[in-house]
């Protein structure tokens, strides 16, 4: 199959008579979906596991590498849901959710998002939820369930991958907003996941493989991290994770 384009609206098709049940045993359920991450071979092994549309039920009917590209597609192809990466080139996953605020709130076709993200920071995870995510799962999580864990938000269920459910009911249970961390806030959103990582064991290749990018650029993104945080080297910098409770 060849990978949609990054504003495209396929057709509406239900599945053929005698095609296997979708994910999660709910017969021949349906949903158009649009996928948001800035990593192309990312977006196309999710096509590949979850765009089999008789099996599934699901419909790829758009993608989007980043904020204004994600909004153009969102907005042309009027999915149910929206498979949003917290990380996106040009604001990130809280910025569309933001400029599609119309769209979640229609009472008739309502497009509502999950996010998708290698993160289970609290923080990323508290952020799209506020700003209107109906879930949020991480990328570690199997095909079977990111389908049931689909169809779930189309029906307006709040979905979470294990433990992450706890940090909402944290934060919405308290009346406090979070403190600032300002040494935080210098990091991009890339050198915050190549943190977690580093401070997590993961060796540079790991990292590599996991974020889909070279070497090369998390040898980059860690000496970045490290002159912000005026730290000497990974096994400080895993120190400074630990004490804010980042890994």
């Not at 998002?113 to 609290?122: E, K, M, N, R």
């Not at 952020?127 to 109906?134: C, E, K, L, S, T």
């Not at 189309?154 to 433990?163: G, I, T």
Request: aromatic share 4%.
């Amino acid at each position: 199959m060849s990978e949609p384009t990054e504003a495209n609206a396929a057709a509406e098709a239900a599945p053929a008579d005698g095609t296997a049940q979708p994910a999660g045993g709910a017969g021949r359920r349906h949903v158009r979906v649009v996928l948001v991450d800035d990593h192309r071979m990312f977006r196309t092994g999710v096509q590949a596991e979850i765009g089999q549309t008789e099996q599934t039920g699901v419909e790829v009917v758009g993608e989007a590498a980043d904020v204004d590209q994600a909004v153009t597609v969102i907005t042309a192809t009027r999915p149910e849901v929206v498979l949003l990466d917290v990380h996106l080139p040009g604001g990130g996953g809280i910025e569309v959710l933001r400029r599609c605020t119309s769209l979640m709130g229609d009472p008739e076709r309502p497009v509502r998002f999950l996010a998708l993200s290698v993160s289970d920071a609290a923080e990323d995870v508290i952020g799209v939820i506020r700003a209107g995510a109906r879930g949020y799962v991480t990328k570690t999580i199997t095909g079977a369930d990111l389908v049931d864990s689909i169809f779930r938000v189309q029906e307006n269920d709040a979905v979470f991958s294990p433990r992450l459910a706890g940090f909402v009911l944290d934060a919405f249970a308290s009346t406090d907003a979070p403190p600032v961390d300002e040494d935080l806030d210098r990091l991009t959103q890339r050198e915050r996941e190549v943190l977690r990582l580093i401070a997590r064991g993961y060796a540079y290749k790991e990292i590599a493989k996991q974020l889909f990018i070279s070497v090369k650029t998390v040898e980059s993104h860690v000496s970045a991290v490290l002159r912000k945080l005026q730290l000497s080297n990974r096994h400080e910098l895993t120190r400074w994770a630990t004490a804010r409770r980042l890994v």
